[in-house]
């Protein structure tokens, strides 16, 4: 069970957590996220071509997202699994993981759902003060997940565990690695 993925709205606590699985499953944390954020915040050329999409609360092109991953995944510290955040985030990033996976024989042995009300969601967001947290950008990111993102959960149906992401940290993290414990 080493090779997953996280997917909930913008503020359901996905890094939080991916952080706290990836420590106690050993893997490697990949974040888009913070790959976009780090560029930018190093002021490279690919952090200059992403900024505003973050700025504004939409998805970066498919191209650029999936050739970071694809070199990310590329890394020998992926080899014995990993924790995608963030990624895929709609149905032909979904299409393109899989098939560069399958290149090297590998599939994902699950996709973990954190379930969150969009007003829990909103509320937390408002509260974290990231500078993408305001509200018509928080609004944004949360049409773009019912668009784009959610249709994964469907794509993703024979491998998903879904998990209540509301309660503390701990409690969640607990939850998520004996649902997927549960799965074997
Ligand atoms: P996150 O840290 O996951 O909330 O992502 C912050 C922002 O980075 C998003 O609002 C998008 O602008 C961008 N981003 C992160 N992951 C992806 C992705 N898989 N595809 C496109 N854009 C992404």
Do not use: C, W
């Amino acid at each position: 069970m080493t090779r997953l993925v996280l997917v909930g709205p913008p503020g359901a606590g996905k890094g939080t957590q991916a952080t706290a699985l990836s420590e106690k499953l050993s893997i490697p944390h990949i974040s888009t996220g913070d790959l976009f954020r780090a560029h930018i915040g190093d002021g490279t050329e690919l952090g200059r071509r992403v900024k505003q999409y973050l700025d504004d609360g939409d998805l970066v092109p498919d191209e650029i997202t999936n050739q970071l991953v694809e070199e990310r995944l590329a890394e020998p510290d992926t080899d014995g699994g990993f924790l995608l955040d963030g990624f895929p985030r709609n149905v032909g990033q979904a299409d393109v993981l899989s098939k560069v996976l399958a290149e090297s024989d590998k599939k994902l042995d699950a996709v973990v759902q954190l379930q969150v009300d969009e007003d829990v969601v909103v509320q937390r967001l408002l509260a974290r003060g990231r500078a993408d947290d305001n509200e018509d950008v928080i609004r944004n990111r949360q049409r773009v997940y019912r668009a784009e993102t959610a249709p994964l959960l469907d794509y993703y149906r024979d491998i998903l565990v879904t998990v209540d992401g509301v309660g503390d940290v701990e409690e969640i993290t607990n939850r998520v690695l004996s649902a997927l414990r549960d799965r074997t």
